[in-house]
């Protein structure tokens, strides 16, 4: 599988900017070390609030690292995480290979910047790079803002997931 390259997009007038007035890029990347894992907590925690602190996700990002293959790619304004998008390649006999979409999630400052969008794009673009025929997500019944996004985005829905709650086991 190819890395998406590290892209800057030129910001538009709801970027932040710099002292000099100027836009400050966008920057769509990988995050691989644990530093960089880490710096992501606060934007993560919006969408999973079940995460304890950075060491918490840290560690059940390195498991899902090495048990499934699990990403994450970033857009990051300066050195500032502002969105995520958790990810992993599968195969299944329902869709073949596809990209699977765990975590999309933007800061709530820096909506209106248009990073899921660009996040979705360069999923898209790793997806196919990887041979993979889908790309898959799953969200919500109440969360019909990620819905209407996603809807924007081309995806749609094709199915209900259904889950159990199952007994943890002492």
């Given at each position: 599988?190819?890395?998406?390259?590290?892209v800057?997009s030129?910001?538009?007038?709801?970027?932040?900017?710099?002292?000099?007035?100027?836009p400050?890029?966008?920057?769509?990347?990988?995050?691989?070390?644990?530093?960089?894992?880490?710096?992501?907590?606060?934007?993560?925690?919006?969408?999973r609030?079940?995460?304890k602190?950075?060491?918490?996700?840290?560690?059940?990002?390195?498991?899902m690292?090495?048990?499934a293959?699990?990403?994450m790619?970033?857009?990051l304004?300066?050195?500032?995480?502002?969105?995520?998008?958790g990810?992993?390649?599968q195969?299944?006999?329902?869709?073949g290979?596809?990209?699977?979409?765990?975590?999309?999630v933007?800061?709530?400052t820096?909506?209106?910047?248009?990073?899921?969008?660009r996040?979705?794009?360069?999923?898209?673009?790793?997806?196919?790079d990887?041979?993979?025929?889908?790309?898959v997500?799953?969200?919500?019944?109440a969360?019909?803002?990620?819905?209407?996004f996603?809807?924007?985005q081309?995806?749609l829905?094709?199915g209900?997931?259904?889950?159990?709650?199952l007994?943890?086991?002492?």
């Open positions: 599988m190819t890395q998406p390259a590290q800057a030129p910001a538009d007038e709801r970027n932040d900017r710099d002292p000099t007035g100027q400050v890029p966008l920057l769509v990347t990988h995050l691989d070390s644990e530093t960089q894992i880490r710096a992501a907590f606060t934007v993560m925690q919006q969408l609030p079940q995460l602190d950075a060491d918490d996700m840290l560690a059940r990002v390195q498991r690292q090495q048990s293959g699990y990403r790619l970033a857009v304004t300066n050195t500032n995480v502002i969105a995520i998008a990810y992993r390649l195969e299944n006999l329902i869709y290979p596809f990209l699977y979409v765990d975590d999309l933007t800061l709530g820096a909506r209106g910047q248009r990073c899921g969008a996040l979705l794009q360069a999923l898209q673009t790793i997806a196919m990887a041979g993979c025929t889908r790309l997500l799953d969200t919500g019944l969360n019909s803002l990620a819905q209407r996603y809807f924007r081309g995806l829905s094709s209900l997931h259904f889950s159990m709650t007994p943890v086991s002492t």
